[in-house]
């Protein structure tokens, strides 16, 4: 199936095109001091006509059904081995719910106007910026092309509290349809290393 340009995207970004859209998928995540866990990913790039794609993503952790029960329990939610003295025992009762958030965070992508030395005939300079509610925000710089995106960080700036992270680099690549990601990261004094990677799938809205 040829690929058709999301309707109204402004030519600026044509080479950021397969991106649009909503993503949904699965991953896991870890780090010196952070065990290493299993998590559900939504990501969403979308446009208003302006020369940059808008994007948001969503990680939550994968829940163990005990401990699926238990944030139930907290939610004043029934567990999944509990039923209510005024309900019959077939009544359905969830049987997860969803996993706490590990982290967000929501930004701009945009083909930078000057094109650098050292790209090929086929990649486009791509300029990110990114905000994350624990505090801090990073510039990421590099390129895109032949469905593959590679990320450094040039700039990370934090507050007084936030985050203490350093450096990262990101690489996104469209792999048979799936959108795939991996990144890594100095933070906390550790040196750069693997921190987090995922599969995600586009997902198809209904009309």
């Known amino acids: 199936m040829p690929f058709i340009l999301p309707e109204g995207l402004a030519p600026e970004v044509y080479p ?28 969403t790039f979308s446009h208003d006509g302006g020369p940059y794609l ?44 969803p996993g706490p958030v590990w982290s967000t965070e929501s930004g701009f992508w945009r083909i930078a106007p000057e094109r650098p030395e ?14 994350d509610p624990s505090g801090f925000l990073s510039v990421y710089l590099g390129a895109v092309g032949n469905g593959r995106i590679d990320l450094a960080s040039d700039l990370v700036a934090r507050t007084a509290t936030g985050a203490d992270v ?30 987090a990677s995922a599969r995600l799938t586009r997902v198809e809205n209904e009309e």
């Open 166 to 195: 350093t450096a990262s680099t990101r690489l996104y690549g469209l792999v048979n349809s799936e959108l795939m990601w991996a990144q890594d990261l100095a933070a906390f004094g550790q040196a750069m290393q693997t921190y």
């Open 118 to 131: 050292g790209l090929t005939e086929e990649q486009h300079p791509v300029e990110v910026l990114l905000s």
């Open 54 to 97: 808008a994007y948001t993503s969503t990680i939550r952790l994968v829940v163990a059904p005990d401990d699926a029960a238990a944030l139930a329990a907290q939610d004043g939610e029934p567990s999944a081995d509990a039923e209510p003295d005024d309900a019959p025992a077939s009544t359905p009762v969830p049987q997860q719910a």
């Open 16 to 43: 950021l095109a397969w991106l649009v859209g909503d993503w949904h998928g699965e991953g896991v995540v870890g780090y010196p001091g952070i065990e290493e866990s299993a998590f559900t990913q939504d990501i």
